[in-house]
């Protein structure tokens, strides 16, 4: 989804630009917008350097030279675009201007040319705020259809203490996620995602591993905090960039995972067991690089840490999710092993999947799986982008979480 946000000229505009990154870390476009009267308070370039984008700073461009057909239309265009406006803060001129149709700047012409829903947080003095044309234009605005954050009481930058201070960061990001309907159904939840493979050394330079790139376990690692729930990433070595705001855990062996996981499951409410944790383990690690002039070289190996089954042993009231990865003759095949692992595990919910099939699975960016629960539940999805799978996934964790594990 893409916004745009409005940064007026108030003292707090500075907060604008930790705005802009809280909207990022859950998925949100950000078009920046700043009037004159913001440029004095904060620089274009924090914001484009965040962004990575243009920001929008008058209505014909920044100059002579930059006044074209595109930029004297541009209000039109990202009013077409957009999926919600937000002005953050918002002074009394800025209440005024759109309270009454006032379209003198790029951000009130666009005020008036979306339909987008358009969200306010309102910041300036206590005397300002509490003013009857300031009330009275507010109400307009909110009989309109506009969300309106309320102001915090505090102490204000003029000296004085009462409400006006600009909304905590946190409430105006809930407020634009409620209104986009974007869910923040497990913001009471800690969820603790493993991840990647693990690599069982054999000597300094070789070692026994799988095809896992991660990306399922990260897909879910995200989705879980954008839908509002602090999340630990415990992961094995993979190339890819942990997501922000996630707490991430680097491993590299079965037994490093074991303990990284162990540590942090007293403050797991939800434990997503998305690793693929190598099998085995040799016996015993060379010190030096094993010299390839032998024919044949035997390896002893031994089964590493059940980790899923020891989670699921000190489960308690945790929902706990592992994961499937089989390679069947046939569908029943898959069925059968996966009721085997959820029941045999105590796990609430098993992701199944096929791994031989074209396009899923390991390296794959999509991923066709199969739902099972221990509460009955059997779905077999599409084929889908593993982000959605990952939301599919925290879909059926919140549904337990509301309903219970019956």
């Not at 917008?33 to 440029?39: D, E, F, K, M, Y």
């Not at 007293?266 to 693929?276: F, G, L, Q, Y």
């Not at 739902?371 to 925290?394: F, H, S, T, Y």
Request: hydrophobic content about 45%; proline content about 5%; charged content about 25%.
């Amino acid at each position: 989804m893409k916004i745009a946000l409005g940064v007026t000229g108030g003292i707090s505009a500075y907060k604008a630009a930790e705005l802009v990154r809280e909207f990022q870390q859950r998925g949100l476009d950000v078009q920046v917008i700043l009037t004159a009267h913001g440029q004095e308070f904060i620089r274009p370039l924090t914001f484009a350097a965040l962004t990575g984008q243009k920001v929008i700073t008058g209505m014909f461009g920044s100059g002579p030279q930059e006044a074209n057909v595109e930029s004297a239309i541009e209000h039109i265009a990202v009013a077409q675009t957009i999926d919600l406006l937000v002005i953050a803060p918002a002074t009394a001129n800025c209440l005024g201007k759109l309270a009454n149709g006032v379209a003198d700047d790029f951000l009130t012409t666009l005020y008036l040319a979306t339909t987008a829903p358009v969200v306010v947080a309102p910041a300036m003095n206590v005397n300002m705020w509490e003013h009857p044309a300031t009330r009275e234009n507010v109400e307009r605005l909110r009989r309109r259809g506009v969300h309106i954050v309320e102001p915090e009481a505090g102490y204000l930058a003029c000296g004085m203490t009462g409400p006006g201070r600009l909304a905590a960061v946190e409430a105006i990001v809930e407020k634009v996620l409620d209104v986009l309907g974007i869910r923040q159904d497990l913001k009471n939840e800690v969820v603790l995602v493993t991840a990647g493979p693990t690599r069982e050394e054999i000597d300094p330079v070789r070692y026994i591993s799988n095809r896992s790139s991660g990306k399922m376990g990260y897909a879910i690692a995200e989705a879980s905090y954008r839908r509002g729930a602090r999340t630990v990433l415990v992961s094995g070595p993979t190339a890819l960039r942990p997501p922000d705001g996630v707490v991430h855990i680097p491993v590299v062996s079965g037994a490093e995972m074991r303990d990284a996981v162990l540590e942090r499951l007293p403050e797991a409410t939800v434990v997503v067991k998305a690793a693929a944790v190598a099998d085995y383990r040799p016996v015993k690690r060379s010190a030096q690089k094993i010299r390839s002039k032998a024919k044949e070289l035997t390896l002893t190996l031994e089964p590493t840490e059940d980790i899923l089954a020891e989670v699921g042993r000190r489960k308690g009231d945790r929902i706990v999710v592992g994961f499937a990865a089989e390679t069947p003759a046939e569908i029943e095949d898959l069925l059968t092993s996966a009721r085997t692992k959820l029941e045999s595990k105590c796990l609430d919910l098993i992701v199944a999947n096929d791994v031989s099939q074209e396009g899923n699975g390991f390296d794959s960016d999509s991923n066709t799986v199969l739902l099972l629960g221990r509460n009955g539940l059997q779905r077999q999805l599409p084929r889908l982008k593993k982000m959605d799978v990952a939301n599919e996934i925290l879909n059926e964790v919140a549904s337990l979480r509301a309903h219970g594990r019956s």
